[in-house]
């Protein structure tokens, strides 16, 4: 299982602010993750636990939709 404390841990030992993202702001998902680290951690530790015990199976699902082209449009 995952405790609060490592998760924490290593959450904020991940390095942020490398190289900015194409849109010139430097925001990655580690310093989103430290950042927001109090109103989201309950909801981390409860999907890091379900991952654990394997009852994650929407993790992984997407939804791909193909848009046609159309002349004018290009």
Do not use: R
């Amino acid at each position: 299982m995952f405790y609060e404390e490592e998760v924490k841990e290593a959450i904020f030992q991940m390095e942020h602010n490398k190289a900015p993202l194409p849109n010139g702001f430097p925001l990655t998902l580690s310093s989103i993750y430290q950042l927001f680290w109090e109103l989201i951690k309950v909801n981390l530790i409860a999907m890091f636990c379900d991952f654990y015990k394997g009852d994650l199976p929407s993790l992984n699902l997407g939804t791909i939709t193909l848009l046609t082209k159309c002349q004018e449009a290009i």
